[in-house]
């Protein structure tokens, strides 16, 4: 009998190995965002190229620009009026999700499923969620008040910023090792260094802002959505 269960729970255990996904499951709220991110540019990218038959499909990314992007002339102009026309409320949720580009489109997409997985299986899809639309509309406002006349902001890369500094700030307060520590801080570390450097050699007005203040924002929300807020503020 003994012989029995130890064979049935090999088999198990064998069946279970041989049954699990080979691909680490993304949470849900991160499959969403890369699925729209890649959706989008999928219709823009076929429109641009002829593949789809519809009057205008060819400018379809230029509309789109001006249709979903942040710009400091719209911006002023809804705070000069003390106006909040909702279309233009939605502009700071939705600019992340057209790009300029398939390769700019796949590289969101790419750090997004890496850096959303880890943080959103620590804070929770709804949190994660809420963090990225928080972070994005802060760093398309802080954009729209020091970028140049004329300019336009668009694409994901606040995301990409909002998770890396989420994921500093869930790393640092996890209690783990100095070493995972200076792991997740090098790593928002080369990003902005990298963002920074990008903007002083090639130019590209005051996107760079919208990053940085997106990065910001996410290290702080990274810290405060993190299960367990009531039982800190109690130990304040």
């Known amino acids: 009998m003994g012989a029995f269960n130890v064979n049935q729970s090999s088999a198990q255990m064998t069946l279970d190995t041989s049954t699990r996904s080979p691909l680490n499951p993304l949470p849900v709220t991160v499959w969403a965002v890369v699925l729209a991110i890649a959706g989008v540019e999928l219709v823009l990218w076929a429109g641009a190229h002829g593949l789809v038959n519809w009057a205008g499909s060819a400018g379809w990314r230029a509309q789109a620009l001006v249709a979903i992007g942040i710009t400091p002339d719209l911006q002023g102009w809804m705070l000069d009026t003390r106006q909040a026309p909702p279309e233009h409320l939605l502009r700071y949720l939705g600019f992340g999700f057209v790009h300029l580009g398939p390769l700019q ?35 398309g406002f802080a954009f729209g008040l020091v970028a140049q006349p004329g300019t336009w902001l668009i694409g994901g890369y606040p995301l990409i910023f909002a998770l890396a500094g989420c994921y500093a700030a869930l790393v640092w307060a996890s209690g783990d090792d100095g070493g ?39 290290y702080a929300l990274g810290h405060f959505l993190r299960p367990g807020l009531v039982a800190r503020l109690r130990r304040v």
């Open 105 to 139: 489109a796949a590289l969101v997409v790419v750090i997004t499923a890496a850096l959303g997985k880890y943080c959103a299986e620590r804070l929770g899809s709804w949190r994660v969620l809420l963090l990225l639309a928080l972070s994005q509309a802060m760093g």
């Open 180 to 218: 995972a520590r200076i792991k997740a801080l090098a790593l928002v570390g080369v990003l902005l260094s990298g963002r920074l450097a990008l903007a002083a050699f090639m130019g590209g007005g005051a996107d760079w802002v919208a990053d940085l203040v997106a990065c910001a924002a996410g």
